[in-house]
Structures are given as structure tokens and as C-alpha cells.
């Protein structure tokens, strides 16, 4: 067996303990912690009102890291938390709920922060390569009457595009999607999260 994983769980629905998403989430975590594969668990709750990026915070990432002010430094210093917990973990699980066909806001607002030239990617004459590699991600999807993948749902290819634009290409969605319209789509749900446990820990058990 490999080591132990770090998980780091993102939260975005706004319904905190009533949320599909984070419930999935949590469903997936408990899981692998029963089959003793997570070292840790660290839970960021994008509810506890992420700041939206400003000029402030753009021109002190574009400057150069040993030229920043201490102020600068300052503005930074909530986005490089948010990597630093990304860069610590082994699998990112995201508790994603749709609102109004998109990603929330919180969940955007965490996005701008951690998308960061020169530290998360970098430019190349191949174009923006990804630095945050050798991790898994899983998306907890879940809408009350959006298909997942369809026309309509602008969540999921953004996200799957987010993700490796950071250098994150091993993306997997267990979804919830329609859950207000159709009867089983959460047992559904339940059982592809029970599904992907199982295959990760094969996986890992054979690592």
C-alpha cells in the first residue's frame, strides 16, 4: 500500500450541512479515512466570505516575488494559503453546487486566487503549463435540474479546464444532477461515490 493521502476538501453550496455536493464529499472522505488511506483532512469552506480580487491584488502578483512591499506581501497572503493548502494535498475533493448553470461565486472567487503566474503555471512557447502536478481531483457535482455535461451546464468542462490549466488532469465527477426532478439520482450519486472509493482503493492497496 502507498502512503497515507492528504485530502484537502472545498466547499461551495451554500447550504452547508443540507448540501449534495458536500455531502457526496464527505460520503467519499469517510470512505477512504474507513479504508485507512487519509493522513489528514483539511476542510476550507469557501462560505467564510473569500475576497474578490482588486487592482490592489492584481498588481501585487504581477510584480516580481523579491520586489513585493511588505504590503503587497499582505495582499497575497490569503492566496498563497489557498495554494498552499492544494500544494500539500494528494487529492483535492470539491463539493460543487450549481447556481444558476455556473460555478458559485465563492467557488470563482477561490479560483481567481489560486490561479497565480509563476506559481501555479507558468508561460511557456508551448503555452501556460501547469505546476501543480501529481494530484487527484474529484468534483462532487450536484444541481436540482441541470443535466451534468449537458448544453447547459457551464460548470463542469470549466472546471475540468481550471484544473489543469493548475496542472490537475486526473479529474473525476461523481454527480447529483437533477436531484429536484429526478427520483434516484442521489442514490445514483451514492453509488458512483461508492464506486470511485472502490477503485481507489484498489488502486492504492496495490500501489
Known sequence: MSEKMKILQVNSSVMGEASQSGRLAT???DQLA????????VLRDLNNSLPLIT??????NNSQEEDRTAAQQEVLALSDQLIAEIEEADILVIGVALYNFAVSASLKAWID??????????????GPKGLLKGKKAIVTFASG?????SDID?????????LGFIGIDDVEFVAADQHFMAEN???????????????????????
Not at 487592482?55 to 501585487?60: G, K, L, P, T
Not at 435540474?145 to 455535461?149: D, E, L
Request: glycine fraction near 4%; charge should be negative.
Open 55 to 60: 487592482q490592489e491584488w492584481v498588481m501585487a
Open 27 to 29: 460520503r467519499i472522505i
Open 113 to 126: 486566487l489560486i490561479c497565480r503566474a509563476r506559481k501555479t503555471f507558468v508561460y511557456s512557447e508551448d
Open 185 to 207: 439520482a442521489l442514490e445514483n450519486a451514492d453509488r458512483s461515490a461508492d464506486d470511485l472509493v472502490a477503485r481507489i482503493s484498489a488502486s492504492e492497496k496495490a500501489a
Open 34 to 41: 474507513d479504508q485507512g488511506l487519509v493522513d489528514q483532512v
Open 154 to 162: 457551464f460548470a463542469s468542462d470549466f472546471l475540468r479546464h481550471i
Open 145 to 149: 435540474g441541470t443535466p451534468f455535461g
